[in-house]
């Protein structure tokens, strides 16, 4: 006979032995056990918790993916994947020095783990630090020569310092790499504007819509193309 849950089978033998020693005892019979009686304690291992807490992330409990994570951690200390997920949930919480503490916990166990530069460096940006974060994804770029999306965050500090020209470099490289991201289109339009190149701009807007278009989010492409009317007309 094929066992599904060989633990729900193990722990319902248990209680028909036990049931027997209670009945026959009572009854003034003296059971004969061959088999010494074992009680069988599932644990829950680190890796289970950070499962769980990953079943939490995927329906937005942040909350409650951050408590299976501290468990994950509490029974195994450098548990490089739970410090990167629980600093992924603090992102989404908006908890931005929480998650780099956790990234920057992931880099000292692992410094070449690149996604870790890279997510330090969005959380960065979040608080407005900026050149500590272009240094984060230099790093991720430096370990990843085509990690496209670490160009369009670079871009985007360097904006953000009004260094305009290495931001358009960094997007055009990003281009380069996954042209069909539409935010990168969108951050070099941005950039663009701030150069005075309304032209450009516009066909990145564009370019942008389409790609919003294409993937089903219309009211961003909807946006955008009101965006592009205003500027057609100024």
């Known amino acids: 006979m094929k066992i599904d849950h ?3 089978a193990m722990t319902s033998n248990f209680i028909s032995v036990v049931f027997l020693v209670i009945f ?3 009854n003034g019979i003296a059971p004969a056990i061959s088999q010494p009686l074992y009680t069988f304690i599932a644990q829950t291992s680190a890796e289970d918790f950070n499962r769980r807490g990953m079943e ?3 329906s937005r409990d942040f909350l409650g993916a951050i408590e299976y994570f501290n468990q994950a951690i ?3 200390p450098n548990y490089i994947a ?13 908890d931005f020095t929480g998650a780099i503490e956790d990234f920057t916990h992931v880099i000292k166990i692992n410094p070449g783990f690149v996604k870790a530069y890279y997510e330090r460096g969005f959380a960065l940006i979040e608080l407005g630090k900026y050149p500590e974060a272009i ?3 230099t790093q991720a770029i430096n370990l990843d020569p085509n990690f496209g999306d670490a160009y369009n965050e670079r871009g985007y500090a360097y904006a953000k310092q009004k260094n305009y020209q290495a931001a358009i470099a ?3 490289r990003a281009i380069e790499l996954i042209p069909e991201n539409p935010i990168v289109y969108l951050n070099r339009g941005n950039t663009r504007i701030a150069l005075g190149d309304k032209p450009g701009a516009i066909a990145d807007f564009q370019k ?3 790609l919003f278009t294409t993937q089903g989010n219309m009211a961003l492409s909807q946006q955008i193309q009101q965006l592009i009317k205003k500027l057609q007309q100024e």
Request: glycine residues 2%; charged residues 30%; positive net charge.
């Open 208 to 210: 942008a819509s389409d």
């Open 135 to 137: 240094e984060d994804f």
């Open 170 to 172: 960094d997007y055009n």
């Open 74 to 76: 509490a029974l195994k």
């Open 24 to 26: 026959t005892t009572l």
């Open 6 to 8: 060989p633990a729900r």
């Open 56 to 58: 939490k992330i995927k």
């Open 82 to 94: 739970a410090y990167f997920n629980r600093g992924f949930a603090r992102i989404e919480l908006q």
